[in-house]
């Protein structure tokens, strides 16, 4: 696993290493960079793995109010290219050859992933801070805070179309064959068709989504900055459960299925496990000790895996909620 810690560090971690609590590094585990005295810019972002390369980003290295996308050799941790744009919060996506990333300079860029050459770019009206969401029709969908989403040919950066809502957009749609869901800042859900931009249907809930939402057999689930978690039907926008569910505090992290739970982590720090059928509670866990978490957790078949603001990386049985290993980080 590949994460990025707040003491500007990036590792590449082996899980059973530790649960073992073997020091770091085990073999095959490093850090980037490798000096003790060196640090990456801060990054609010998880990298991204595609085949042998990980593609990691930083939102701003030393006084400039610039960001760096780096492309490193997976196994070793070395340095193959990178790209300084502004401020980068959005998260990269590849495919087909090519890396795409949102920046706070209102552009969206497609590189090439071999080299880090800018293939093309395409400018909204304000700073982009959500991934680029690709789709198999070669689309490529770009969510930006001027209020809009825009929908561009992923091989040449053309607009196909573009959909106004009433507020920012700071996450990228899920798709679902030919149909986008996503939040925005005026409070409302929104169902898309992806290849015209026709609106299928908008649900008011009233904060702004800040998430991508999660789309699992047919159901969306999605968390609110006022804290509520909602699941509504995707073909039709109606809500399933009796009522939302309420956390303790804002949920700007994303949502994620482990089995049959459904995993949200809200802001303060607290990780409520839900029956994903009714909202009900199965179980909650709380960061020991308390940090805040805003990135979105990470899972596989049986774990969850948190980052909270508490120099730990944490890993969480899924069944239960409780942790099976932490592993101590320089921040």
């Known amino acids: 696993m590949f994460v990025v810690t707040q003491g500007q560090k990036l590792l590449a971690l082996d899980p059973q290493a530790r649960s073992k609590g073997t020091a770091f590094p085990a073999p095959g585990e490093w ?3 490798a000096e003790t005295d060196r ?3 801060a990054s609010y972002t998880p990298p991204t793995l595609a085949g042998d390369v990980l593609y990691a980003v930083t939102y701003t290295e030393g006084t400039a109010n610039q960001g760096k996308l780096r492309a490193l050799n997976a196994a070793s941790g070395l340095l193959l290219w990178e790209f300084a744009a502004a401020e980068i919060v959005s998260q990269p996506a590849v495919k087909d050859g090519l890396v795409y990333l949102g920046s706070s300079d209102s552009h969206a860029y497609a590189l090439d992933a071999g080299t880090g050459q800018v293939r093309w770019k395409f400018k909204t009206g304000h700073k982009i801070w ?3 969401a690709l789709d198999d029709s070669r689309s490529a969908y770009v969510a930006s805070l001027d209020h809009k989403l825009y929908a561009l040919n992923a091989a040449d950066g053309t607009q196909q179309w573009t959909f106004p809502t009433g507020g920012a957009l700071a996450s990228a749609p899920a798709i679902d064959r030919s149909t986008l869901f996503f939040g925005s800042a005026d409070g409302r859900l929104y169902a898309v068709n992806a290849r015209s931009g026709e609106k299928q249907w908008e649900l008011n809930l009233g904060a702004w989504l800040w998430a991508t939402p999660l789309l ?3 159901i969306l689930y999605a968390g609110s900055l006022d804290g509520q978690v909602v699941a509504v039907d995707a073909s039709s926008g109606k809500q399933v459960w009796d009522q939302p569910y309420r956390t303790d505090g804002p949920v700007s992290a994303a949502a994620l299925m482990v089995g ?4 949200v982590a809200a802001q303060s720090g607290k990780v409520y496990g839900l029956d994903p059928a009714t909202g009900r ?3 909650n866990y709380v960061a020991d000790p308390s940090g805040q978490i805003f990135s979105s957790p990470a899972a596989d078949a049986q774990s969850i895996y948190l980052a909270p603001g508490n120099q730990r990386l944490i890993a969480l049985d899924g069944a239960r909620g409780q942790p099976t290993w ?3 980080t320089e921040g």
Request: no cysteine.
């Open 31 to 33: 850090q980037y960079p």
């Open 39 to 41: 640090r990456l810019g």
């Open 130 to 132: 959500a991934n680029v």
């Open 216 to 218: 699992n057999k047919g």
């Open 260 to 263: 049959d739970i459904l995993v």
């Open 281 to 283: 509670l199965r179980w």
């Open 326 to 328: 932490v592993h101590r």
